[in-house]
């Protein structure tokens, strides 16, 4: 049966991928008629450092624009990733995980650029994409595969460069946007946007968005049963298959964030220009309104107690079961940089000050309304940046050269609290921790045109990493670590053939690695022989991929994408005990392989199509003894389609995600991480050049399915622009 259901997967795939790529080409004259959210976007900048026609880049490059992100009216940058290929995202949201995972890897192995600039956090690697205003992005490119030759550790599975909005006005005229969007669970996302010129040289851009919802539900409480008890009632609670019962939950997920974006930019010259950018993101979640299945001899709802179940046993709960988390971030992010197109150079220096970052604890609460003591864990942390940037034209090269500094600090410090949700009740640290880390880099690639047909990329990076040492103290017992340094080659080669002008073959190899995150370094959990300990030891995770592309266009209506890839990981990171120490250790090999397709066909000026697929599976090396890592989904499926007729749009998008868990394990209940299948749609309507309206439904058919937590159900968003 499971090769049946395997073939008739893959024969679906193949079949949608024809039907998407089967379609007659219009003629550019006909495309051309109108503005189509799926059309082939020409130039990217991430994959080679320089502006390259996409179709012949030696990479699997997506481009989301403003565009895209405007007629599906997302309500994070989040939300619009899940439909690119080689992407997952998990359809929950699990406090304080980011939820974004790319060839099978996710958090610290995938770069994210803010208008070029690394902006994954300092403490852990990882990013919140809710501290990031949707509404000021101008397009988002996704590359797939080894980038560490150019832009060091992180870049691991991918690149994400999320390019901001500048000004376009015309000189002393001002103009705005004004984008609105209600949704289920109370959520809405208010956002505004304002794009002005004094004259012909300073430009600015101004933006603001404030996003919130009260969520809904979908972490519960289990309990397993005793055999014994004096009970304070009987109940019939629903049962999972390892006999624990559910009893209640946490309540609804909610969450707020408040967005500014500023852009001003100052032309020299017509060929230099100087460009100042800043941005601020605050995001708040918890847990609100937990609910008990448990109810007293007398009916009335309880949250503590003990109490008899339908087979006989028995439940005991504490009001600590139904408490969740309550956690803040904010952050800024500062960015100066000169460029000269004449020369072709750019210099850069940022910051990426996450001044606020952590979440608290109710601790040992008495009753379902207790505000009062907790546990507040903080980690801020700062990344300062500065590069400088020179691209030399010749012959039949291309070069780019490139020097980088990075520093990246964290502190890690826990407080009592008076009033749990009230971070400014904290007491005296009971825990301090601190470290640092700086990188200097020398970066070069050549783009060689060997012939008509050829060409060759070959790019080298040399990293200087130091761990300039940290500290970390509990209670009365302080540990100080010292620095070392290593240093790290990430070569990179791509062979590229084009037959014609429409078809691209590539192959390349490349070097990738990903030092550790401080907290792996410098953190001690505590003092106990089970909690983990600091390991400044540690080293990078290197990770070399292999690749093998094919990309074909047919005029401006058809392209088609293939990828097959291969990562060989060593020195990975997962705790390890060694003389009774339990740490982060470099401790397994992991290896990884796939296939990313992708077709999209444009078949009249009104209708337009796509479909991707991933296949992917990785495995887990401990002591030469291999094991399937079953949280990677083994398949991703999209297919979509769009119909714009005057003004009227609409767009649907059907999405598959095979199982992240053993064939043998229970679906359908709390903790599966099942396979499922979602189908959402949006319908816009534009009254006049100004105002736009739009209505989606997600989860159309209201499905329920369960990604380790339970994930939503149907949804629903209204939105309007407007732009005057």
Known sequence: MKKKAKARLTLAVLLSLSVCAGGEAVHAKETTETTNILSIPDVVVTATRTQENVQTVPAGVTVITAEDMKKYNYMSLKDALKQVTGIYVDPTFRFPKDGVMLRGMSGENILILFDGQPINNSFDGGINWDTI????????????????????????????????????????????????????????????????????????????????????????????????????????????????????????????????????????????????????????????????????????????????????????????????????????????????????????????????????????????????EGDLTKYPSKNYTADVQKVWDWSDHRLVAGLTWMKEKMTYTRYPLTRWKDWGTAGVPNTRGEGATHTTALYVQDRYVLSDRWNVYAGLRFDNYKKEGGRHTIGRDQRIFGGTSYSELSPKIAFEYMPNAQTTYYVSYGHSFN?????????????????????????????????????????????????????????????????????????????????????????????????????????????????????????????????????????????????????????????????FFTLNTTLGYDVNDQLKLQVGVDNVFDRTYYAYEAASGRTYQLGVQYQF
């Not at 015309?170 to 103009?175: A, E």
């Not at 984008?179 to 208010?190: C, D």
């Not at 392989?593 to 199509?609: M, T």
Request: charged letters at 25%; proline letters at 4%; a positive charge.
């Open 133 to 372: 205003p949707l509404g000021q992005i101008a397009r988002v490119e996704i590359v797939r595969g080894a980038g560490s030759s150019l832009y060091g550790g992180h870049a691991v599975a991918g690149v994400v460069n999320i390019i901001t909005k500048k000004s376009e006005a015309v000189p002393g005229t001002v103009q705005a946007d004004l984008n609105i969007v209600y949704g289920s669970n109370a959520s809405v996302r208010r956002e505004i946007g304002i794009s002005g010129a004094a004259n012909e040289k300073f430009k600015f851009h101004v933006g603001y968005e404030k996003r919130s919802s009260h969520g809904y539900r979908g972490h519960y409480t289990t309990t397993g049963g005793e055999t014994s008890g004096t009970s304070d009632g009987d109940v019939t609670l629903p049962r999972l298959s390892d006999g624990s019962y559910i009893v209640g939950g946490r309540g609804r997920k909610e969450k707020t964030s408040d967005n500014l974006y500023l852009d001003l930019s100052y032309d020299l010259t017509p060929q230099r220009t100087l460009t100042a950018t800043y941005m601020h993101g605050r995001f708040r979640y918890g847990h609100r309104d937990p609910f008990t299945y448990l109810k007293d001899a007398h009916g009335k709802s309880s949250f503590s107690g003990t109490f008899r179940t339908q087979n006989g046993d028995y439940v005991t709960v504490t009001p600590d079961d139904y408490f969740g988390y309550y956690g803040e971030r904010e952050q800024n992010i500062y960015k100066l940089r000169y460029s000269d197109k004449k020369a072709q150079l750019d210099i850069g220096v940022g910051l990426s000050d996450i001044v606020k970052d952590g979440y608290s604890t109710a601790y040992d609460p008495t009753s379902i309304d207790w505000s009062g």
């Open 515 to 675: 030092p550790p995150p401080i907290y792996k370094l410098y953190r001690r959990s505590g003092n106990s022989a089970r909690s983990i300990q600091a390991n400044p030891d540690l080293k990078p995770e290197k990770s070399d991929t292999f690749e093998l592309g094919y990309k074909r266009k047919v005029g401006d209506a058809t392209s088609f994408d293939l990828t097959l890839f291969r990562i060989r990981t060593k020195d990975a990171i997962a705790i390890g005990t060694v003389d009774r120490v339990r740490a982060y250790r470099n401790v397994y090999k992991r290896n990884a392989k796939g296939i990313e397709a992708e077709v999209k066909q444009r078949f009249s000026p009104r209708w337009s199509a796509y479909c991707n697929y991933t296949f992917e599976s990785a495995e887990d090396v401990w002591d030469g003894k291999g094991e399937r890592d079953w949280g990677v989904p083994k398949h991703l499926f999209h297919l979509g389609a769009e119909y714009t007729h005057g003004k009227l749009h609409w767009g649907v998008d059907a999405q598959y995600v095979a199982a992240r868990q053993k064939p043998n394990e229970v679906t359908g209940e709390y903790y599966a991480e099942e396979a």
